[in-house]
């Protein structure tokens, strides 16, 4: 079945720093792929996503891009803030028919950023 | 305006008991969604309903029914609650239809048996 592979976290970082959060996937066909991100006590929100082969989803700085040669769609930012603290899910999409997606998910990786 | 809320946003009961969580869109979306984040914070979709057809029913108790009164609305119903139901649940809506992939999700409801 279709997974999706993220880095262990948790990871901390000193603010300004570079960022990246490694994820692959494996899965049949072409799926759309996203990030996730969920700040602490709230719900997921969309970060970004890219729905084929060489897309960049970029979104407040974050940016991956679909590399369908090395099933990777890694998140990077270039100097991360003290509010970006949270843990962020890598997941693909699925058609499942009649409308209907299935998104799977990575266990999710929570980062720190200290001052 | 909240796009996709849930209610309660806190529910703590007993084993054994019956409790409904129930989920509003007002984005007008045809396509409607039940996740479960266990404690490790690991997400699976537990249901999925198309205009109030189920479409997606994964590997869950049959303690979990999910009633989708209107498209707009999507509840989910569990009996006889076990420890191991402590989660957190969350809906989630998308437009539903081909390259409409993109889900929004609800703030959680946080279920604790005790």
């Known amino acids: 079945g279709d997974s999706v592979t993220q880095m262990e976290g948790p990871v901390t970082l000193s603010e300004e720093a570079f960022l990246t959060i490694n994820c692959t996937y494996t899965a049949t066909g072409y799926p759309s792929l996203f990030w996730y991100v969920q700040y602490p006590g709230e719900g997921l929100q969309l970060l970004l996503k890219a729905t084929k082969a060489d897309d960049k989803g970029s979104n407040k700085g974050f940016e991956a891009t679909y590399r369908k040669e090395t099933t990777s769609f890694h998140l990077e930012k270039g100097s991360v803030q003290v509010s970006d603290s949270a843990v962020y899910f890598c997941a693909l999409a699925k058609y499942s028919g009649a409308g209907s997606y299935q998104l799977t998910f990575g266990k999710g990786t929570k980062l720190s950023v200290i001052p | 305006d909240t796009a996709v809320s849930q209610t309660p946003k806190y529910l703590v009961t007993q084993m054994g008991n019956d409790k409904s969580i129930k989920c509003e869109q007002n984005l007008g979306h045809d396509t409607m969604y039940w996740y479960k984040q266990d404690s490790k914070k690991f997400l699976k979709i537990m249901f999925s309903?198309?205009?109030?057809?189920?479409?997606i029913n994964e590997t869950v108790p049959n303690r979990f029914s999910p009633k989708s009164p209107d498209k707009a609305h999507l509840n989910l119903h569990i009996n006889s609650l076990e420890l191991g139901d402590s989660a957190v649940y969350f809906c989630?809506?998308?437009?539903?239809?081909?390259?409409?992939?993109?889900?929004?999700f609800g703030p959680g409801t946080r279920l604790l048996v005790l």
């Open positions: 989630a809506s998308s437009q539903g239809g081909r390259s409409q992939e993109t889900q929004y």
């Open positions: 309903y198309n205009n109030k057809e189920l479409i």
